[in-house]
């Protein structure tokens, strides 16, 4: 099956830095990469995705690249908040558009410091 | 937007007594909803696809009769935790799946 590996575990950059964080996944058939961000107790929230279409997608200050043939993507934050603070979870499924199952990678905590 | 509603958001219950935990999806239909484990700091671990009338399909290493999985209607699906152990304990999400992914708040069960 699917397996997605996420680094760092842990970030900690100062108020408007730039965050990175990289994933990459092992099978060649997943066509869909959200991100989320959880915050403490709550459920993940939808912050980005990118299907294997398109090479970078970019929201506001956050933006996701994926390179199809090394099997990775990464996320990236512009002029970070302190309320960017919180886990991000990058995922990966061989459905885009349709109800396939998420593999998620092992986590980001990311944090901010004023 | 989407909205995936879960209750209760925690619970505290007794060794050996059930547990029912509720995911509904409020402003659209779904086929199709999930539910995940997640231990402390840790990654969500995917324990059973619900769909709409139809029996759930669990994971690897999931006892089906012990997580309970119903999913009668379009709009409500329900896990759940039969003869609960303390080591049932951990934070349960849902997720509705329209178009996107939409996850519920979560439930902390705490089993004493």
């Known amino acids: 099956g699917e397996n997605v590996e996420q680094h760092p575990s842990t970030l900690s950059v100062q108020e408007g830095d730039s965050a990175v964080i990289k994933c990459t996944y092992s099978?060649?058939?997943?066509?869909?990469f959200p991100w989320y961000k959880q915050e403490l107790g709550k459920g993940p929230q939808l912050i980005i995705d990118?299907?294997?279409?398109?090479g970078e997608k970019k929201d506001q200050r956050i933006a996701v690249t994926l390179n199809k043939t090394a099997k990775h993507f990464s996320l990236h934050i512009t002029e970070t908040q302190p309320e960017d603070s919180a886990v991000y979870f990058c995922a990966a499924s061989k459905g885009a558009g349709t109800a396939s199952k998420l593999t998620f990678g092992t986590g980001t905590r990311l944090q901010v410091t004023l | 937007g989407a909205v995936v509603s879960q209750h209760p958001s925690w619970v505290i219950c007794k060794s050996g007594t059930s547990v029912k935990i509720e995911c509904r999806s409020l402003?659209?239909?779904?086929?199709?909803m999930f539910w995940y484990r997640q231990f402390p700091k840790q990654s969500l671990m995917l324990m059973a696809t619900?769909?709409?009338?139809?029996?759930?399909?669990?994971e690897q290493g999931v006892e089906k009769d012990k997580f309970l999985i119903n999913h009668a209607s379009l709009t409500l699906s329900t896990l759940t935790v039969t003869s609960a152990h303390p080591e049932d304990s951990s934070f349960y999400i849902c997720?509705?799946?329209?178009?996107?992914?939409?996850f519920g708040s979560g439930t902390r069960l705490t089993v004493v």
């Open positions: 990118i299907r294997s279409n398109v």
């Open positions: 099978d060649s058939a997943s066509n869909y």
């Open positions: 402003d659209f239909q779904a086929t199709t």
């Open positions: 997720s509705a799946f329209r178009v996107g992914y939409t």
């Open positions: 619900s769909n709409e009338g139809s029996k759930a399909t669990y």
